[in-house]
Every structure is written in C-alpha cells, then in structure tokens.
C-alpha cells in the first residue's frame, strides 16, 4: 500500500547542531508539505514543494530549510536547532490536482536541550 | 490572511448523542475544506474533503456541510462511540492559482463516554 513515513519518529539534540528529518511518500505525489504543532498553536506550515527541485517557504520558515531532489523525498533541516524549535514535525503530501487531499505522515517529536 | 477557528475547543458527551463540531474561516474564497481526526500521538487521518461547489459529504456517520458565503462548515457525527474520541481539525485551502497550502484550526477535542 502506498504510504507516507517519516524518520526518526523521535529525536532529542542539542542546541546549535544540525538535525535532518526524513519524508518519504510512495504515492507519486507532486506536493509535499512540512507542518509544526505546537499547543496554542495547532498546525503552521514550515516549507512546501509543488515538484523536484521546487521549494517554498511557509508562515514558519526561518531556521528551517528542504531541499527536493526526487519525488519521493522532502528532507527538513534545521540549520543550527534552537528550542524554540522543540514540536511534532508532521509531513504531507497530495496531487497537485483540483481534489488535492493532503495525507499525512505519523510525526516527528523532536525535542532540543 | 485566512484564520480557521474551531468551537468549542473540548467537547466531552456521553456515547449514543449525536454532535456537531463549527468550524469558521475568515475568507470565503476557499478551494476545498478538509476535516481531520487525530489520536493522541498519531498523524492526522483525511476524513471528508468538501470541494467549494459542494454544499455536503458523508462518510458512514460522519457528515460534513459547507456554507462557503457565510465562512463556516460543521462535522455532524451520528450516534457517538468512545472510538470517535479523538482531536478533530477542520483545514482550508485557498482559492489563489496553483495554490495548494492549507490553513487548519485548532481543533475540537472530542471526548466519548462510555
């Protein structure tokens, strides 16, 4: 079954390392989505792909960056991690048709000290 | 810019009552209206889309109605059963061209008792 997972489900870091979380979508989805959720807050949207080697930044952008080299992937990386960036990192994906309903990956708890 | 708001926040009704969970937008030209469940811990689960020139969608007991002109949308659920406790999250997407980002709400969270 075609699905959408992400890597690691769960990961604690220091300030000021770099970290990666990995999407990856097995439904040929042209668009890909990184969303945070935080309490009081609910989902805001980091960075989006409408295609390879396209990319876009979200409401909540800054510190975090992706990068699209095939259509299955759509890495997120914080730069140099700050704890103002502790949240679930969720990844989403859908065609790029009129229906566009997005499916989501199970999460990302990232926690930094 | 768009603001999705959801009323009320937390929701707690005894298993067998029939709910509504509102969900508002600011502006009302929207693309499509999603609805979402999330379990504690999980990801989110799509469970009804409502395109713009549609007025309603049914899922099993679920229900969702849209009334675009006046920015609101409702998630009826029939005969409720401790499974259906959850978060649920209503999102909508913009209208502008080849826009395909969505603006979510909060959400309700949504308690069942046996």
């Known amino acids: 079954d075609a699905e959408i997972t992400q890597s690691p489900r769960h990961k604690i870091t220091e300030t000021g390392r770099q970290v990666t979380l990995a999407c990856h979508q097995t439904w040929n989805h042209n668009n890909m989505f990184w969303y945070r959720q935080d309490l009081g807050h609910g989902l805001r949207l980091i960075h989006y792909s409408y295609g390879v080697q396209d990319t876009n930044k979200g409401e909540v952008s800054d510190g975090y960056s992706v990068s699209r080299s095939n259509t299955e992937d759509l890495p997120l990386t914080l730069e140099s991690a700050a704890s103002s960036q502790t949240s679930v990192y969720f990844c989403?994906?859908?065609?790029?048709?009129?229906?566009?309903?997005?499916?989501f990956g199970p999460g990302t708890r990232l926690t930094v000290l | 810019k768009q603001e999705v708001t959801q009323i009320p926040a937390a929701l707690s009704v005894p298993e067998g009552e029939n709910l509504v969970l509102n969900c508002s937008f600011t502006d009302s030209a929207i693309y499509n209206l999603q609805w979402f469940r999330q379990d504690p811990g999980k990801g989110l689960t799509s469970l009804l889309l409502?395109?713009?020139?549609?007025r309603e969608q049914t899922s099993g007991r679920l229900n969702a109605s849209l009334d675009k002109s006046s920015g609101r949308s409702t998630l009826y659920i029939a005969a409720s059963q401790p499974g259906d406790s959850a978060t649920y999250l209503c999102?909508?997407?913009?209208?502008?061209?080849?826009?395909?980002?969505?603006?979510f709400g909060k959400g309700t969270k949504l308690s069942v008792i046996p």
């Open positions: 409502i395109q713009s020139s549609q």
């Open positions: 989403a994906s859908s065609f790029g048709t009129r229906r566009n309903e997005q499916f």
């Open positions: 999102a909508v997407r913009g209208s502008g061209a080849g826009s395909y980002q969505l603006t």
